[in-house]
């Protein structure tokens, strides 16, 4: 049997990260995947949503050509061309991410891991059953789609979102339950590709824990595209008969039923996560990082996460990570937001805009829609949030987050010389839009 100082179960963005830092630091790891190297993250969630995002980015580009005195035509688009594209990417992504772990001698073990005792896991396979053990035991088993009460994914009809990243055929017609980013990134990406679709969300509006303004924003460029958004939809399903497909983006589950965590009376709370602030569980020798914590569901929160334990179990000092978190949502035009950890306990708030089509970037680039919005603490001129929709928000959303990391007041910001003529020019013109609102600040920007 072999014994290894560390074995992880998983490797998506958690699982790899931190078998690569457990191996730089010298110690004999296993990473056991039943799956693909990767992940969701590489072959169901990020990289496939982002790709077909960007080819229906490109027809749409395409489609705008005009505006620039350039005439075009687009042949008929065969959804296939793009998926075997989408599985070329994916595929080579997997390929580095196996370069890397062998890089490191991290064995890689193929198969399902389950329980035996808590050192000790039983891994299977098609045609065979082995054991392997380990000082430690790291879960990384993530996350998988969770459907809505009463329907079952049959995967043709009542479809989940890596099934959505799969067809071949665009549907005519597709309803999509759930407004959260994944049902929204989704609804663009089909909607582009001439799919009619309906999407109903349960909550008041899209995105339930983002800003009501920039929720209100996404769901009027949905209804451009000739989305039909519900909102406060409480049956979903109500004439489900209409629809070619129904695409269930609802909400992520605990990936946990086969690791057999009741052989080792591991817990978990009430929705089957391993949660905890600092990575244990109740069993002194188990951790879990990922999504399995059942906290953010990001991959680059996973990521972080992989190095955070390393940091624990190596060097005994858990990184209390209060970093502010951007998230990005891929529709057209796409949202980003960013805020700090503190923010709701902040009293004396002044918001500051600036629309897009008063940026000279945005002018050139025919991407007029949208606009940065800012959040500036009145009493110490701090930058506390920033909010965009439009053009390459998903990028300009990097600098606002290390500005709110570094603690930059609107002072400081104003220090820097952006380039010219450039998006970013909008953070700090809508900063400056938030000074003037406030009378008592001194101008000094
Ligand atoms: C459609 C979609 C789009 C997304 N887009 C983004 C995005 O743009 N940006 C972003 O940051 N996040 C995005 N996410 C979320 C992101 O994919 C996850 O947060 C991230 O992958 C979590 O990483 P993880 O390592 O915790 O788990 P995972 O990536 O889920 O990896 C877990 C791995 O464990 C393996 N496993 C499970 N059980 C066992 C077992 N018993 N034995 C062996 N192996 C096992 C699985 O096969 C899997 O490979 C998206 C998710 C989806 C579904």
Redesign the pocket.
């Known amino acids: 049997m072999c014994k290894y100082d560390v074995a992880i ?8 990260t931190s078998a690569v830092r457990f191996a730089q630091l010298g110690l004999k790891v296993a990473i ?15 990289i ?3 790709f077909l995002w960007q080819a229906a980015k490109t027809k749409q580009k395409i489609l705008k050509s005009l505006e620039y005195g350039i005439k075009s035509t687009i042949e008929p688009i065969n959804f296939q061309d793009i998926i075997n594209r989408k599985n070329k990417i994916v595929e080579n992504l997997s390929k580095g991410v196996q370069k890397l772990l062998e890089s490191y001698n991290i064995e890689i073990v193929k ?4 329980f035996k005792s808590s050192n000790q896991l039983v ?1 299977k396979t098609d045609n065979e059953e082995f054991e392997i053990t380990a000082d430690k035991i790291i879960v ?6 969770k459907s809505i009460p009463n329907v079952q994914f049959d995967h043709i009809k009542y479809i989940d ?2 099934d959505a ?1 799969n067809l071949t055929v665009i549907p005519k017609n597709m309803l999509v339950i759930g407004g959260g ?2 049902g929204i ?2 609804s663009s990406i089909f909607a582009t590709f001439g799919c009619d679709i309906t999407l109903r969300e349960i909550f008041p509006q899209l995105l339930p824990n983002e800003d009501l303004e920039l929720a209100q924003e996404i769901a009027k460029g949905l209804s451009r595209q000739g989305i039909k958004v519900e909102v406060g939809c409480s049956d979903a399903l109500q004439d489900e008969n209409k629809f070619e497909k129904i695409l269930i ?1 609802a909400g ?1 589950q605990a ?2 039923d ?2 057999n965590v009741s052989n080792i009376n591991l817990q978990t709370d009430k929705r089957n996560y391993l949660v905890s602030d600092d990575y244990s569980t109740n069993i002194k020798n188990i951790f879990a ?4 914590t059942g906290k ?8 972080q ?2 190095i955070n334990i390393v940091e624990k179990l190596i060097n005994h000092k858990i990184e209390k990570s209060n970093d502010p978190i951007p998230k ?1 949502v ?1 529709s057209f035009p796409p949202v980003a937001s960013v805020k700090d950890c503190e923010f709701d306990n902040y009293q004396n708030i002044v918001y500051g805009k600036f629309l897009f089509s008063a940026n000279a970037r945005a002018q050139i680039e025919f991407e007029r829609t949208g606009w940065v919005k800012v959040a500036v603490d009145k009493d110490s001129e701090k930058i506390l949030g920033v909010w965009i929709i439009g053009a390459n928000a998903d990028e300009l959303i990097n600098i606002a987050s290390v500005m709110i990391k570094a603690n930059m007041t609107v002072c400081d910001l104003s220090k820097n010389i952006f380039f010219h003529p450039s998006l970013a020019e909008m953070i700090l013109g809508s900063c400056e839009q938030a000074l003037n609102k406030c009378p008592d600040l001194p101008k000094s920007i």
């Open positions: 179960i998983g490797a998506g963005p958690a699982g790899y056991i995947e039943k799956d693909k190297l990767g992940g969701t993250c590489l072959n169901s969630g990020c496939p949503t982002k198969g399902k891991a389950s891994i990384a088993t993530g996350s998988i789609s979102s890596t990243l980013a994944i990134e989704l983006v992520r990936s946990i086969e690791l990082i990922g999504d399995i953010c569901f990001l991959a680059y929160t996973a990521g996460d992989g990005v891929f």
